[in-house]
């Protein structure tokens, strides 16, 4: 099978690593900063779930919004006191988001290669620009997607299909990247090839639909293109 | 305003206690229930989106084969060895739950009231099917509407809209009741007048829409009649 001829990444987990919004976590709330960071995580992924599917999208709010009323809920159900200076110093750790270490070796391998790059996320185009900026990535991403654009959050079509839009490119010629188990699901449904960025040893969701290969880091996006050009 | 004309409930969690799956759940594996039962529902939910969200509903499967799927990537996940028998034992839990005590008393009140009744549910008709006769409650209810009809998982509206479609009532006259924050935000979204029965003192969802009342119990259904008639 050709290489691909696009590789889009997911963004958060995938390019930029969430774990100092734990660390952040912890400090404020001593004890208490994994089972935050773990409910906060889980909670704004369930609304964008929720916004995208009642009413056919008519509820949208950007992932920021929605990333702020899950942090309000999560310390609302552990019972932690958010104050606004509190709120302020975990949400800002969303916006300055470190990348891993492997992302400038690998979109430069790409860049060598020919091949299209992006990000395709579930992040508004503001979180977006200053992560890529922060990170340091402007120079080698030619595409930076939001599913802003059509307001449905990943896994709907619409929001996969931004990819196959931008880069002009059909579906199983993109290479779609992602740490998430069910974000490579969907995009493994949507016609994506996939790899599943397995950083830390979890199963796979028991869908029935396996990515197209599993990785543990952003290095394994290169086999793709091994034996191929 | 009037007082509804239909009252349709959700099922697992507000007429069938779901408790009884943690009991199992420990017995097996001692020490992991509750993290068991809690990642399995966790699960259970969230592939419901995903099959619903991706690709409009494609890869739709009934509730029953996504609850035995939640079940499996949750003992994969916590490293607990599932062995079928183990798994029909769980799994037959979902058969079998036991009805909350209130349940009977407020449908008899309701029916006395000439108020139309019924269950609208993720469960498959067969799952419903044995719950409902095993609860004793096959003759409270003139409708048991499964979202298997449609494909579509709730909060899609597809789902939501088997109540009306039903009934034959607009939204506005229909209470829909759930235990679940997130199914009464959808019914609420959809236009449903609703009840959250909020058995374990929890906060509701921070989306910014509340439900119409909140209450601790089913007995709470009767407040909507109290002044009406």
Same mark, same amino acid.
Do not use: C, H, K, R
């Given at each position: 099978m050709a290489a691909p001829r696009a590789v889009l990444f997911d963004a958060? #987990?995938?390019?930029? =690593?969430?774990?100092s919004v734990a660390l952040v976590a912890e400090q404020l709330f001593p004890g208490q900063g994994q089972a935050l960071a773990v409910l906060w995580r889980d909670k704004q992924i369930e609304y964008t779930r929720l916004v995208t599917t009642s009413n056919d999208g008519a509820h949208y709010q950007p992932f920021w919004a929605l990333t702020e009323a899950a942090l309000r809920f999560a310390c609302r159900k552990l019972d932690l006191p958010l104050t606004p200076a509190r709120e302020q110093q975990l949400m800002n750790q969303y916006r300055h988001l470190s990348a891993f270490p492997e992302n400038r070796r690998v979109l430069q391998a790409l860049k060598a290669l020919g091949v299209v790059t992006g990000i395709l996320s579930n992040g508004d185009p503001q979180m977006l620009g200053v992560a890529v900026r922060s990170a340091g990535l402007s120079d080698l991403l030619d595409h930076v997607l939001s599913v802003d654009a059509v307001r449905r959050y990943k896994t709907h079509p619409a929001a996969y299909a931004l990819g196959t839009d931008a880069t #002009?490119?059909?579906? +199983?010629q993109v290479l779609f990247v992602s740490s998430n188990a069910w974000d490579a699901l969907g995009a493994t449904w949507f016609g994506y090839r996939t790899l599943w960025v397995n950083r830390w040893q979890q199963p796979f969701e028991a869908l029935g639909t396996p990515p197209t290969r599993e990785g +543990?880091?952003? =290095? =394994?996006?290169?086999s793709f293109f091994d034996t191929a050009s």
């Open positions: 958060y #987990g995938t390019l930029f =690593d969430v774990y #002009g490119l059909p579906a +199983s +543990s880091s952003l =290095d =394994d996006v290169l």
